[in-house]
């Protein structure tokens, strides 16, 4: 599932540009307008970052944050209208993981949160990936399917990590051949059902009656768990 960030910025114009532009890059996103809300949808929705206004009514930016540091490890990237020394060393000083004065670029405010998130990926170990029998370990690069160890091409691995990253999600081949290739325009949507067919091959009991890897007809492919096993 795509990051969930939440948004407190009591601007609603800015509040809004910044939801708009985070949307866009695929990220889910929430936006509250004062400290104490942000404080409360925090401990409700867990975000993986908050962009915090410094300057919040109810409960100011440094206070929200303080907080937030007794309680998780959640990513903060601060915002601020001031733009001394002295207040950025305050806000990176209560837990601020990154620091941004108004006015700023959104593209800039998307490629901070993006930098972020890869750190803290990096810092983790990634988990395995699992739909049903199919176990998809994107550090080794390995697959597994009922316990036996199955060869990949770079392509076929590909697809299949993005499809076991979100069991159940139905991809268009658009979407997934962005993420294999980025915008390569050599790329074609045929190489999707290629890499499709050949999989089936190798993780379907009968390729012909896929249970994993579907065709979800007008709009792309998704990875399932299938029936469960009988007692």
Do not use: W
Not at 133 to 150: F, L, W
């Amino acid at each position: 599932m795509n990051p969930l960030i939440l948004v407190a910025e009591d601007d609603e114009n800015q509040a809004e540009l910044v939801r708009r532009y985070l949307e866009q890059d695929h990220h889910r996103v929430v936006v509250v307008g004062d400290g104490r809300e942000a404080l409360d949808v925090a401990r409700a929705r867990q975000p993986a970052l908050v962009v915090l206004d410094l300057m919040l009514p109810g409960l100011g930016g440094l206070d929200v944050c303080r907080a937030l540091r007794t309680e998780s490890d959640v990513l903060v990237l601060m915002l601020t209208a001031r733009s001394t020394e002295d207040d950025l060393l305050l806000g990176l000083g209560v837990g601020a993981d990154d620091y941004m004065t108004k006015p700023f670029s959104p593209r800039e405010l998307v490629a901070r949160v993006r930098t972020l998130l890869r750190r803290r990926r990096d810092e983790a170990p990634e988990p395995l990936l699992r739909a049903g029998p199919i176990e998809v370990d994107p550090v080794r690069h390995e697959v597994r399917v009922h316990g036996s160890a199955v060869e990949f091409t770079p392509g076929e691995f590909g697809l299949l990590e993005i499809l076991a990253s979100e069991v159940d999600r139905v991809f268009t081949r658009e979407q997934l051949l962005k993420g294999m290739y980025g915008y390569d325009r050599y790329i074609t949507n045929r190489t999707i059902d290629t890499h499709v067919k050949n999989l089936r091959r190798k993780i379907e009991a009968n390729p012909r009656e896929p249970e994993h890897l579907l065709t979800v007809y007008g709009i792309g492919y998704k990875l399932t768990a299938g029936r469960p096993d009988a007692p």
